[in-house]
């Protein structure tokens, strides 16, 4: 989970939120769909384009508006900006595992869930060579039911968390610890295009663990 560090409201969002009375509140479902696509373009730039729990890469296609506190417990925070984020999975075919924002669901416990906007979100998960990730402390039970709750240890997750943490690895085998170092801040920092690399939270743990 890499930390997202919010940027300023949409002002489509602002605006719709500002527009209630005393016979209406507005609801997030009552945006107009200019609005939406702002928001959504607007949390996929300040994610770098990857989700905001499993940090595969995402565009607008292949992500949904996430609320972290969900609509349907937290009404509300729908129009709150800090309560939203970009999500893998969209349209999602037939036994498809879900994970992410659309395992979630409505399902939120504050003392067990891990937001990708705590300062310590990154250092709470540990990856291993096969893509797997499990509690940085066996002990912290908000990140072992993070992991649990999000679908994070999905299969199919892992396996592509494995295959990009493989092409490291073996891209690494001549470089010394200066080499590695450098490859740590160009993961660290987005690209020209203002995007993260997939995965990148898990490369840069192993990539540390090789120096």
């Known amino acids: 989970m890499k930390l997202i560090v ?13 527009q209630k009375n005393e016979d209406w509140q507005p609801d ?9 696509i702002e ?15 499993c940090n595969m890469q995402i565009s607008a296609s292949s992500s949904h508006v996430e609320h972290f506190r969900p609509r349907s417990r937290f009404p509300e925070k729908s129009l709150e900006y800090g309560n939203l984020h ?13 994970k992410c924002g659309m395992k979630k669901g409505d399902w939120f416990d504050e003392r067990l869930i891990i937001s990708p906007l705590q300062a310590d979100c990154e250092t709470r998960f540990r990856f291993t060579v096969d893509g ?3 509690p940085s402390n066996e002990n ?3 990140a072992r039911e993070t992991i649990v709750r999000l679908g994070l240890d ?11 943490i493989e092409a490291i690895i073996s891209a690494i085998e001549s470089y010394d610890a200066n080499d590695i170092e450098r490859l740590i ?6 690209d020209g295009m203002e995007r993260f690399t997939p995965f990148c939270v898990a490369l840069i743990y192993i990539l540390k663990s090789h120096l």
């Open 28 to 36: 997030f479902d009552d945006l107009p769909s200019a609005p939406k």
């Open 6 to 18: 919010k940027r300023d409201e949409p002002e489509g969002l602002r605006n719709h939120r500002e």
């Open 140 to 142: 912290d039970a908000a």
């Open 185 to 190: 801040y160009e993961f660290e920092r987005r």
């Open 86 to 98: 970009a999500s893998c999975q969209r349209q999602i075919p037939r036994k498809t595992p879900l």
């Open 132 to 134: 797997a990730i499990y």
């Open 39 to 53: 928001i959504h373009g607007s949390l996929l730039r300040e994610q770098g384009y990857i989700c905001c729990y």
């Open 154 to 164: 999905q299969y199919e997750l892992r396996r592509r968390r494995s295959e990009s």
